[in-house]
């Protein structure tokens, strides 16, 4: 009779451990406290701190003469931002980064469609494992590749020579703006690499919204009369919308951030990371380094701020 | 008119067959069910129709045109689907009117269009709502106003009741049914609810494993199944074995019987009579369905709750007409 005694039905638990879970059971507030307390305070006292202090550095200006910081609150950062050379540098970047954002879309949507609704069990294996796997060797190691790749003496040029088809490269080559002596010393060389580099960022989150998209929906538009280019438009595209504005947000912002693309590959004009990054080292301006560095923030805000306008999340 | 002709239609996914030589042919402004276990191909023979599917052999004709090549945007065909399948990043309005703005109607008058639908299933003013903020049966009258508006000839209707309670789904069986008849558009229906078929529809086709098991009104299919199949699924007919039927003086054979063609007692002229015991009984509020073993067959009858309940365990008598016993065919 010893057995019933013992296993009374609301059991105890004298140990520490059990008695701990029993506390955390019966005041779960308590427990999402304490996992949530370190990573909020990562967030908000190191990361949201520094991005604050370096919002606070921009409205400083730098002394000409002696190349210190003057702690007084000025616009005259920002101003120099719109001097021609420095407004060249943003309006670069932007232009790119809409291009690379816009065409990483384009090349993204069918490769996320095939593999949402037609890729099953191996293939979707195979798929997973072709988007992520570039995401697993170094980045430098990546954007050299390219630039062996795209080099004069390189594959791309070896390969149209074969053809007799260098002639469509010299053509290309030699239009202003995204020509040059090369492939990785043109603007076209920076805007392919900057493509394939961010891909994977584009295709997964398209792929997660097409995925969350029922078949059905697609039945339902062809059976109403839809053809298959109205079904793309009306029904397709606004639901992929949000997956589609989630990997513009960072190919886009990438782009807009990046100093080791376009420093190894393209012509030697700066972009904005690179801007950046020789203010704030060699030049030592960090009030003008910063003020660059918002220039991107803003932007995003604005992306995100028109998407919202335009209803790109009522999907969700 | 023919509005959907069948010719040894077959539809096989690799090894399976999922419609397998069906033929059949549905009139113009005929409410036709289609009623079968989940995998029967009744669904597959409604996404035949409505061009989601294509025949892997066989012949369709849609109110005599070939539908074979021609893909579901191109029919004068529409569907309710069994979820519903609404737009939910379209209002209702939008959603109703969908089919009408792929074809280019202007939009005062394709949204005049949808208002006046909305109304018809008698959801006037939702319009500006999301379906998401809608209750199951009226994204079901959603999903029906939106198929309705197109003013289609065949209406393709699948499982459409199937996500409703009890009560809902008596309402909208009624409705359905008034709606065919005001509207004389031809209805296919697919179900596996046997009562659904048999109240609703002129005509039932009772599937299996890919094939028509029996065509025939519901009257046909209730008291005179051809098949073993269909007097199991259809309804609650008892199923007599060979040996059974050949004990009270049929031919040998499989022969159903109704378990309310039976009655306590054994009485009068052109009656068969036969005895067992009682396993098990059980009310169901106008009567009680009293279960006998005899002579190794298990038979369900009807006794009205005004007599008395036999016990488990009594021996009684039943009697039933002779002609409401029906022999099937073969032993399938």
Known sequence: ?316 | MTAVLFQQVSRHFGAVRAVDSVDLAIAEGEFFAMLGPSGSGKTTCLRLMAGFEQPTSGHIEIFGETAEGVPPYRRNVNTVFQDYALFPHLSILENVAYGLMVKGVAKAERLKAAEEALAMVKLPGYGTRRPGQLSGGQRQRVALARALVNRPRVLLLDEPLGALDLKLREQMQEELKSLQKSLGITFVFVTHDQGEALSMADRIAVFNDGKIQQLGTPEEVYKRPKTRFVADFVGSSNVLPPDFVAGLGFSKGYASLRPEAITLGESGPGRKHFTGRVVAASFLGAANRVTVEAAGARVAAMVPASLAVPAEGETVTFSFLADDLHQMDGAQ
């Open chain 1, 1 to 316: 009779m010893t057995i019933a005694a013992d296993t009374s039905i609301l059991a105890r638990r004298e140990n520490t451990s059990g008695r701990l879970s029993d506390f955390f059971w019966r005041n779960p507030k308590i427990l999402l406290l304490l996992m949530l307390t370190p990573p909020l305070l990562w967030l908000g006292v190191i990361y949201l701190g520094s991005l604050f202090a370096l919002l606070l550095q921009s409205f400083f200006s730098i002394d000409d003469f002696s190349g210190l910081i003057n702690y007084e609150f000025t616009l005259a950062t920002y101003r120099q931002l719109l001097i021609p050379s420095n407004f060249d540098i943003i309006l670069r970047t932007v232009v790119m980064a809409v291009l690379v954002t816009l065409a990483s879309a384009v090349i993204a949507f069918p490769i996320a469609y095939y593999a949402a609704r037609y890729a099953r069990g191996k293939w979707k294996v195979i798929f997973y494992l072709g988007v992520m796997l570039p995401l697993w060797s170094s980045y430098l190691v990546k954007v050299y590749a390219w630039k062996l790749i795209l080099a004069k003496e390189g594959i791309v040029t070896w390969a149209l020579a074969k053809l007799n088809l260098l002639w469509v490269l010299d053509a290309w080559l030699s239009l202003p703006v995204v020509g040059g002596t090369s492939l990785s010393i043109s603007y076209t060389g920076t805007f392919i690499v900057f493509i394939y580099v961010w891909m994977p960022f584009m295709i997964l989150p398209i792929q997660a919204a097409l995925e969350r998209v029922p078949g059905n929906l697609i039945e339902a538009s062809a059976d109403l009369g839809g053809h298959p280019a109205q079904t793309f438009r009306y029904v397709l595209f606004p639901l992929a919308l949000p997956g589609i504005i989630a990997g513009s947000i960072f190919t886009f912002s990438l782009t807009l951030g990046d100093y080791i693309i376009p420093q190894i590959i393209g012509s030697s004009r700066l972009f904005i990371g690179q801007a950046v990054y020789a203010q704030q080292g060699t030049a030592g301006n960090i009030p003008l380094a910063a003020a660059f560095t918002v220039v991107p923030i803003v932007i995003m805000g604005l992306y995100l701020w028109m998407a919202k306008r335009q209803g790109a999340f009522d999907a969700l």
